[in-house]
């Protein structure tokens, strides 16, 4: 019997955008199951709990044949282990990414030499999206309507006007909409680790 090709794409996901849905999609064409994988990680204070993200993930991978999601605390090996993954999947979208992303590579290649690390680029114009500078715009009212699911928008959008309502501030207010192309291009600036200031730590 012929093996399934199973490829582990794990992230922190808080939120899952659109730039993460290339890439599974994508992911989908080379693999039989793509498996998303929420890492658990108490050294960074998450928007989202892992249950939230994989709730998000699911229903935005629903079209997507062979893709599921999961979420796991502990080594990333060990779970591709768990789950019967041949590969890991992995974005890469500038030249900044590809430090950090190698040095991850050849620990878990240490950790784990069967195991292969896919590099996969996402569509040119999710280049610059990134988890953080979605929340960052949403907690001020942005639009952020093209960048992320439908669901992780509404979701996102409830949970800073819970957070507003909680410190009495005044919600964000949406913006008036506009008819300018994706708002994905206009999300503009900021690769893994642009930005900063927020109260979660950063996501790619
Ligand atoms: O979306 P992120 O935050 O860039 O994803 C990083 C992630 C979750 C893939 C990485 O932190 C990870 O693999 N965590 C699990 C713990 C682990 O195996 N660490 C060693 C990696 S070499």
């Known amino acids: 019997m012929i093996r399934p090709r199973v490829a582990l794409f794990p992230g922190s996901f808080d939120p899952f955008t659109n730039g993460h849905l290339d890439l599974a999609r994508r992911a989908a064409v080379l693999f039989d199951r793509v498996v998303i994988a929420v890492a658990h990680n108490s050294a960074k204070t998450s928007l989202f709990t892992p249950e939230e993200r994989v709730e998000m993930i699911e229903d935005a991978v629903r079209g997507v044949k062979g893709a599921s999601a999961i979420h ?49 680029m996402p569509s040119q114009e999710f280049t610059y999206l990134n988890s953080t500078l979605v ?53 503009s600036g900021g690769a893994r680790r642009a930005g900063g200031g927020a109260p979660e730590a950063r996501t790619r």
């Not at 996102?156 to 410190?167: P, S, V, Y």
């Open 135 to 187: 929340k960052e715009v949403a907690r001020h009212g942005g639009r952020i309507r093209g960048l992320v699911p439908p669901l992780v928008e509404r979701r996102l959008q409830e949970r800073f006007r819970e957070t507003a309502k909680r410190a009495d501030l005044p919600a964000p207010a949406a913006r008036p909409r506009r008819r300018a192309a994706s708002g994905a291009r206009r999300a």
């Open 72 to 120: 796991f605390s502990g080594l990333l090996v060990d779970c591709a282990r768990r789950i019967g993954a041949q590969a890991i999947i992995r974005g890469l979208r500038a030249v900044s990414d590809f430090e950090f992303e190698f040095q991850m590579a050849l620990m878990n290649r240490r950790l784990a030499p069967g195991l292969e690390i896919a590099f996969l």
